[in-house]
């Protein structure tokens, strides 16, 4: 079935976040939260005075600076190379993303989309809308089936006579063999769409008379080129503009995904990376001391802590076992008493 296309009515509710898919707002937000840690974490080891305070001013002070950072509009002073590194890369990737992101925003919001004017044949029946066909053509009789009325379908004698039809409103949708849909479509590109689903109704065929030789070789010679491809070959060099008209109708997802800004974001994170690790191992270095002691008293308490259980627990198997050891004194007690008499009885 081929109809009219008609723009698209769009939806004007978070068209903005649509511009990117949700993968790729998770992974620029993280992104934008591991710089600013990374950043303040070296910042605090070199001593700036921006970056220090008590903890909640910190943990503020770090979330604000992440938001500040993607509009340049940071107050904290950078000393170290090595922020000033990681928030450059971090900077150009937010170039790029916010370049993709007004150029492709832009495009959702002007580019006209368009849609078929008719989806499917029940809204036909439903609107008692006319509908168009080849003149004499075997299609008319399934149109019938389809409940069609008869006064309803109009008969077009050429193929240059469908778009004066569509236009006047003498019919709403045209409906074709596939081969003469593509040529339609390949002639008439702009304005007209395949819409709905298709219907297997019969095809095209050769005739022979009875016993004629052709009929094997034609069948061989038919099968052969179905088989290598070339009747599709044929249909994209000599149908391609039909093209046109099917991608149109088609709606694609225009959000935009992580994968074409992996480059970027993958040098960003290997900076950040590195810059993380080697203010670790500064921090380690700096508060050695400090944390020396504090493992060598967890040390000690652990080490105080395992010898009281030990202590416990063999004090526990000591005392079960002279529990055991005296019952058995005791009971053995008895036993000699009773040898002892009747010894002296015989």
């Given at each position: 079935?081929?109809v009219t296309?008609?723009?698209?009515?769009?939806k004007t509710h978070?068209i903005?976040i649509k511009?990117?898919?949700l993968?790729l707002?998770?992974?620029l937000?993280?992104?934008?939260m591991?710089?600013?840690?990374?950043?303040?974490?070296?910042?605090y080891?070199?001593?700036?005075?921006d970056?220090?305070g008590s903890?909640?001013?910190l943990?503020?002070s770090?979330l604000?600076f992440?938001?500040?950072?993607?509009s340049?509009s940071?107050?904290e002073?950078?000393?170290?190379n090595?922020?000033?590194?990681?928030l450059?890369t971090?900077?150009?990737?937010?170039?790029i993303?916010t370049?993709?992101?007004?150029?492709l925003?832009?495009s959702?919001?002007?580019v006209?989309?368009?849609e078929?004017?008719?989806v499917n044949?029940?809204y036909?029946l439903?609107?008692n809308?006319a509908?168009?066909c080849?003149?004499?053509s075997?299609?008319i009789?399934?149109?019938?089936?389809?409940?069609?009325k008869?006064?309803?379908i109009?008969q077009?004698?050429?193929?240059n006579?469908?778009?004066?039809?569509?236009?006047?409103g003498?019919i709403s949708a045209?409906?074709?063999?596939?081969?003469?849909?593509?040529?339609?479509?390949?002639?008439?590109?702009k304005?007209?769409?395949?819409?709905?689903?298709?219907?297997?109704?019969?095809g095209?065929?050769?005739?022979f008379?009875?016993?004629s030789?052709?009929?094997?070789?034609?069948?061989e010679?038919v099968?052969k080129?179905?088989q290598s491809?070339?009747i599709?070959?044929?249909?994209?060099?000599?149908?391609?503009?039909?093209?046109?008209?099917?991608?149109?109708?088609?709606?694609?997802?225009?959000?935009l995904g992580?994968?074409?800004?992996?480059?970027p974001?993958?040098?960003s994170a290997?900076i950040c990376g590195i810059?993380?690790?080697i203010?670790i191992?500064?921090l380690v270095?700096?508060?050695?001391?400090?944390?020396?002691?504090?493992?060598a008293?967890s040390?000690n308490v652990?080490?105080?802590?395992?010898?009281l259980?030990?202590t416990?627990?063999?004090?526990?198997i000591v005392?079960?076992?002279?529990v055991?050891?005296?019952?058995?004194?005791?009971?053995?007690?008895?036993?000699?008493?009773?040898?002892v008499e009747?010894?002296?009885?015989f």
């Amino acid at each position: 079935m081929v109809v009219t296309e008609r723009p698209r009515l769009k939806k004007t509710h978070f068209i903005v976040i649509k511009a990117f898919k949700l993968k790729l707002w998770m992974l620029l937000a993280v992104m934008s939260m591991s710089t600013g840690v990374v950043i303040w974490l070296n910042e605090y080891v070199n001593d700036n005075p921006d970056f220090s305070g008590s903890f909640p001013q910190l943990i503020g002070s770090m979330l604000w600076f992440s938001v500040t950072v993607l509009s340049f509009s940071q107050r904290e002073l950078i000393r170290s190379n090595l922020s000033r590194l990681v928030l450059t890369t971090w900077l150009c990737v937010v170039v790029i993303v916010t370049a993709c992101f007004t150029a492709l925003l832009s495009s959702i919001m002007t580019v006209p989309r368009l849609e078929p004017s008719v989806v499917n044949v029940d809204y036909l029946l439903r609107t008692n809308a006319a509908v168009g066909c080849n003149n004499k053509s075997f299609i008319i009789k399934y149109l019938v089936n389809l409940q069609f009325k008869p006064e309803n379908i109009k008969q077009i004698s050429s193929i240059n006579d469908y778009p004066n039809a569509f236009e006047k409103g003498e019919i709403s949708a045209a409906f074709f063999v596939v081969p003469h849909a593509k040529v339609f479509l390949a002639k008439f590109c702009k304005g007209y769409t395949k819409s709905g689903p298709v219907y297997k109704l019969g095809g095209f065929g050769f005739v022979f008379p009875k016993g004629s030789p052709l009929a094997v070789d034609i069948s061989e010679a038919v099968l052969k080129v179905s088989q290598s491809g070339e009747i599709r070959q044929l249909e994209e060099q000599m149908l391609i503009s039909s093209n046109c008209s099917s991608s149109s109708a088609v709606e694609h997802d225009p959000g935009l995904g992580p994968e074409l800004f992996s480059g970027p974001l993958l040098i960003s994170a290997v900076i950040c990376g590195i810059v993380f690790l080697i203010s670790i191992a500064r921090l380690v270095r700096k508060h050695w001391l400090y944390l020396s002691s504090i493992i060598a008293n967890s040390a000690n308490v652990v080490l105080r802590w395992a010898s009281l259980v030990l202590t416990q627990c063999y004090t526990r198997i000591v005392g079960s076992r002279s529990v055991k050891d005296s019952n058995n004194v005791i009971e053995q007690r008895p036993n000699n008493q009773q040898n002892v008499e009747i010894t002296e009885v015989f």
